[in-house]
């Protein structure tokens, strides 16, 4: 039971544009919420995070937005740059000390030059 | 600041046998967490130690252990290996416990194939 949910393998975008990825999570226990990104050969480096009690949190190009009613949260990267592609990977948790990740399984974006 | 590394690289192992898969963390960091991605499947934990202890785990059987050395470095084996524990295993290392609330800091990850 896949309790994280990237149902997009794959986005191709233009450079400069928005791109836009999805995530939807069934656990309404989740408060906490984060975005990685993986180039081949390398471990995922953090990007962003949010806490459930916003609803957008913005760094630079990189902005999250949570929708907590509709257990859903995207990620907008504007401008999109050929340097973004990348799997990206987003990632959520509760629970006091014994807080684990549970990710879900990646969206591979590709900015087309 | 050297960043987390992981050793080997790239490993092959034939069915039942075991396989252990080191991991050194940022300097000063003490928590280390381990994740298996599998394709389709994302990453997905496996334990955590800090100081030594294992403070949390994953749903995987018994044949995956690890341990926590008094340098922060860690160590996870798995035994008995199987097809499907061909893997990308991850280690990622943070200040403090609770990883998921803080950010952490991934390796390369250690390529297992199990043939």
């Known amino acids: 039971d896949q309790q994280v949910k990237q149902n997009s393998p794959s986005l191709s975008v233009q450079e400069g544009r928005i791109s836009i990825l999805n995530c939807d999570y069934t656990?309404?226990?989740?408060?906490?919420f984060l975005w990685y990104k993986k180039y081949p050969a390398e471990g995922p480096t953090f990007l962003i995070s949010i806490s459930s009690i916003k609803d957008k949190n913005e760094d630079g190009r990189f902005t999250v937005f949570l929708n907590k009613s509709a257990k859903h949260l995207s990620l907008h990267i504007v401008p999109s740059q050929p340097g973004d592609s990348a799997v990206y990977f987003c990632a959520a948790s509760y629970g006091g000390s014994a807080r684990q990740l549970t990710f879900g399984s990646g969206t591979q974006l590709t900015v087309l030059p | 600041k050297a960043g987390v590394t992981q050793t080997p690289r790239y490993l092959i192992k034939t069915r039942g046998q075991q396989v252990t898969l080191s991991c050194s963390p940022i300097?000063?960091?003490?928590?280390v967490s381990w994740y298996q991605q599998t394709p389709g499947q994302g990453l997905q934990f496996l334990f955590e130690y800090f100081s030594e202890t294992q403070r949390n785990k994953g749903n995987f059987p018994g044949r995956f252990s690890g341990r926590q050395f008094s340098n922060s470095r860690s160590e996870m084996n798995v035994s008995t290996l199987e097809l499907g524990d061909s893997a990308l295993y991850l280690c990622?290392?943070?200040?403090?416990?609770?990883?998921?609330?803080?950010?952490?800091?991934f390796g390369p990850g250690t390529r297992l194939t199990v043939l």
């Open positions: 300097s000063g960091h003490r928590s």
């Open positions: 656990n309404s226990m989740f408060d906490y």
């Open positions: 990622a290392s943070s200040l403090v416990p609770g990883g998921a609330y803080n950010e952490q800091f």
